[in-house]
């Protein structure tokens, strides 16, 4: 009798866990190479773990990220050795106040030899693409790069170019001088997925990083992927399981943006111009989920949606003057949403 | 007393104008009646009396006019009574008033008879000495002078006794307002939500996830009232972290909880489905632990005889 309930049970528990048991498996199998990855990326990145684990999520939900951190902080290297470790085109553009967007996506030329015009591809056709200090070029340069982010497209005199898969647009900006910049406009930078802020290496870590650089040689990651391993990753990732509970969570989170009040946080009423769009819950969700997979995970867990919330939603929350007069941030205001939303 | 009798005019009008008094001192007051008798749909119009009735008669005081129905003689009676003075000594003539009578498509003018008032001065006491003037006389205190002084005594009093309130309640850890509520014991109430819980038989019918939600809930209040920890808006992960750093927990206890929170967690997001007997068993981990941390007095007295809580837990 005791055996057979044994039985049963055993039975049960397999019967069960078959759904979640199934995407698991799956997940550990293409999520395996995550750790290749970031251990490869280990070896030329000392610390910034955070950024590498952005980068992944940007690279597998599809979506563009923002870096903002004062210079030296490994920023371009960080997004070539990750490029690296594809098998994929790199660009680094330098955005500066003379660039045009010509010099972004290509223009037509004229070739004498052929007596016609020709398309001459520009930099935004490749993989991943580093728009470096990317508020140091007008809005034209800014719209053209933007333009191209979402429409995934890119059109050159009558023509119309798809742009490579996968394509990641990594474009940082300097928190610290802001005179002859051109600040990105609030529906542009809705348009990035993340805005992650990075900050300096601790004391252990800058060590090592002192020891690399005057090394003999300098490490290199090496290539372990191909594109489309990428392309794959991001079907899988869709696939994680995000429960309702969790869908709920994330509209609390991004509503409590919008509509504090109701949230218990009347004090930030008058602090907020405009709370997180319908894109916040998505790229929310979809953050999410990649860091799930990253995490080697089916589901999604309030965890995960708690490790994305500041990079998703630190740039989509507009602050009045008021909040600016007392010093209020966006970076506050998270916290204290994630704070007093109750976790399902 | 009667000083004066009336003038009659015509035939069915008549016109009286007595004084109370013909005699009077100086600055005395005294009334003037004046009545007019007429026929109903006559109009009488009364003069428009002034501050003077002549150069010398002051009018203190008038009434508005009266009109009375005399209804054995069917006539209307008007009346108005005027106060006089006189602030002269001598005697003094008091025109007749004139009225103005219309009947009809007539009109006339009717007065009464003229008056005689005397006034006499102050008759001087040449028996008595010379005396200095009266001093000046206090005038009574009243209402109006004394309320401002009423009102800052009153307010003061209050604020005295709302002090005294506020004292009382903060000495005795009441609260201000209302009476004090007696909090029931965090355990308690868990306990009691508990066997809620499972009165409610939930996964037995097949409501499995909400029988983790509430059984997490049932948990997380309970930490948040005994430990005063977020637990409500914090994860899995974070609470465990908080209650290790509590040091009120012990590691057999946050096992048992970390068990039942990530069951629960793999419950309400990951679709699992766990055996009745786990359910069970996770039910049981609750109440474990909550009897387990319960707040007692003997608790904190072994804490503090130096019993080290370990917080070395792996979470």
Redesign the interface.
């Given at each position: 009798m005791g055996l057979e309930i044994c039985c049963n049970?055993k039975k049960?528990?397999s019967e069960?866990?078959v759904?979640?048991k199934e995407l698991n498996e799956k997940i550990q199998k293409e999520s395996s190479f995550v750790d290749m990855v970031t251990l490869e990326m280990k070896k030329v990145i000392i610390g910034q773990k955070h950024l590498v684990d952005s980068l992944l999520i940007g690279l597998l939900s599809d979506g563009h990220i923002l870096l903002e951190g004062v210079p030296g902080l490994a920023k371009t290297l960080a997004i070539k050795t990750l490029a690296q470790t594809i098998d994929a085109k790199f660009s680094r553009i330098q955005f500066t106040p003379d660039l045009l967007p010509a010099d972004l996506i290509g223009t037509m030329i004229y070739s004498q030899k052929n007596e016609e015009f020709q398309v001459k591809k520009g930099p935004i056709f490749a993989n991943f693409v580093l728009a470096d200090e990317v508020n140091r070029s007008p809005a034209k340069v800014q719209s053209a790069l933007l333009e191209a982010m979402q429409e995934k497209q890119v059109t050159i005199g009558a023509e119309t170019f798809e742009l490579p898969k996968p394509f990641l647009v990594l474009a940082t900006q300097n928190p610290i001088e802001q005179e002859g910049t051109y600040p990105l406009p609030e529906a542009q930078v809705d348009r990035f997925m993340l805005k992650v802020v990075i900050n300096y290496p601790t004391k252990d870590e800058e060590r090592l990083i002192i020891r690399e650089n005057l090394g003999k040689q300098f490490p290199a990651a090496t290539t372990i992927l191909k594109s489309e391993d990428i392309i794959n990753a991001r079907n899988v990732v869709k696939e994680v399981?995000m429960?309702e509970?969790?869908e709920q969570y994330i509209l609390d989170i991004v509503f409590a943006t919008r509509y504090p009040a109701e949230y218990k946080l009347g004090q930030y009423s008058n602090m907020i111009r405009y709370g997180g769009s319908p894109r916040a819950s998505i790229y929310l969700a979809a953050a999410a989920k990649a860091y799930a997979f990253i995490k080697r995970r089916?589901?999604?867990?309030?965890?995960d949606v708690?490790a994305v919330c500041h990079d998703v939603l630190r740039h989509r929350i507009g602050l009045t003057y008021e909040a600016e007069a007392e010093n209020i941030t966006s970076e506050d205001i998270i916290t204290d949403i994630?704070?007093?939303?109750?976790?399902? | 007393m009667i000083l004066f009798s009336a003038d009659v005019i015509g035939q069915l009008v008549s016109v009286q104008a007595q004084l109370d008094s013909n005699t009077i001192v100086i600055g005395d007051q005294i009334g003037l009646k004046i009545e007019v008798k007429k026929n109903r749909g006559d109009i009488i119009k009364f003069p428009a009396f002034g501050d003077h009735l002549t150069e010398e008669i002051e009018i203190i005081d008038k009434t508005a006019i009266d009109s009375v129905w005399l209804k054995d003689e069917d006539k209307v009676l008007l009346k108005q009574q005027l106060l006089i003075t006189v602030f002269d000594s001598g005697l003094y003539y008091i025109p007749p008033i004139e009225f103005i009578l219309v009947s009809g498509n007539t009109a006339d003018t009717i007065r009464s008879r003229s008056n005689y008032l005397e006034v006499l001065p102050f008759a001087l006491d040449t028996t008595n000495t010379i005396r200095d003037i009266k001093a000046i006389e206090k005038a009574p205190v009243g209402f109006t002078e004394i309320y401002p002084y009423v009102l800052a005594a009153l307010f003061a009093g209050i604020l005295v006794w709302v002090l005294l309130y506020y004292l009382k309640k903060k000495k005795n850890n009441e609260p201000i307002l209302g009476r004090l509520k007696i909090e029931e014991p965090a355990h308690i109430i868990a306990m009691r939500e508990l066997e809620a819980l499972k009165a409610g038989k939930l996964w037995q019918r097949k409501e499995v996830k909400r029988y983790y939600s509430i059984l997490t809930e049932i948990i997380r209040r309970y930490i948040e009232r005994r430990f005063k920890i977020l637990a409500m808006e914090q994860t899995t992960d974070e609470i465990l972290t908080e209650l290790v750093g509590t040091g009120l927990v012990k590691p057999e206890d946050l096992k048992v909880l970390k068990e039942t929170l990530e069951q629960a967690d793999l419950v309400k997001f990951a679709k699992a489905d766990p055996l009745p007997d786990e359910n069970e068993t996770h039910y049981e981990n609750a109440c474990k632990f909550v009897n387990n941390t319960k707040f007692r007095e003997d608790f904190i007295q072994v804490k503090d005889l130096n019993e080290p809580v370990s917080n070395e837990v792996t979470i």
């Open positions: 049970k049960h528990m069960i866990a759904n979640i399981y429960d509970k969790i089916g589901y999604v867990i309030p965890e708690r994630l704070n007093n939303v109750e976790v399902p | -």
